[in-house]
């Protein structure tokens, strides 16, 4: 299976179309989003993918109101998911992980730092996609997971 990962997308709508071209065209079955949206009419571009979308809130998501409106399912995180036979933590901070949680994870989805990190530690596949939106780094990545390694790519956003 093949996971797309997207986090700080930061209001960025032309990134967040492309990111989607990128993600459907590397074969996501689903997108999870680390948090980070920042405002609902973000969200609703992120939403008109064709794929099955779960997130998390980030610390930047002022208008939460608005966004569980567009996404019912959205927590403050961790979120626990069972994908392609992992099982899938996704948290916005990664400082804020309990260690049960990362206990109980094969696959841990992290955002927050802007910079995209892929590490294999303790058994467990970190995943950090870096920033869609592209606002601090000046880069714009999402990632995906195959869930059949485990593993991940980081993708750059033109």
């Not at 571009?45 to 809130?57: D, H, K, M, W």
């Not at 995209?116 to 997971?145: D, M, S, Y």
Request: glycine share 12%; proline share 6%.
């Amino acid at each position: 299976m093949k996971i797309g990962v997207i986090s700080d997308t930061h209001d960025n709508v032309p990134a967040i179309g492309a990111a989607l071209g990128i993600l459907e065209e590397a074969g996501a079955e689903v997108i999870l989003h680390a948090g980070d949206y920042c405002a609902p009419f973000a969200m609703k571009r992120l939403l008109q993918t064709r794929v099955p979308v779960y997130g998390i809130f980030g610390n930047c998501d002022g208008e939460r109101a608005g966004l569980t409106k567009l996404m019912p399912d959205i927590s403050d995180g961790p979120r626990h998911l069972e994908l392609g036979g992992l099982k899938v933590c996704m948290i916005h901070i990664i400082e804020n992980l309990s260690h049960e949680a990362r206990e109980a994870s094969d696959v841990i989805v992290f955002g927050h730092t802007h910079k995209p990190e892929v590490e294999h530690r303790q058994g467990r596949l970190f995943v950090n996609p870096g920033e869609c939106g592209g606002w601090v780094t000046g880069r714009k990545t999402v990632a995906v997971i195959d869930t059949g390694a485990p593993s991940a790519d980081v993708l750059e956003i033109p």
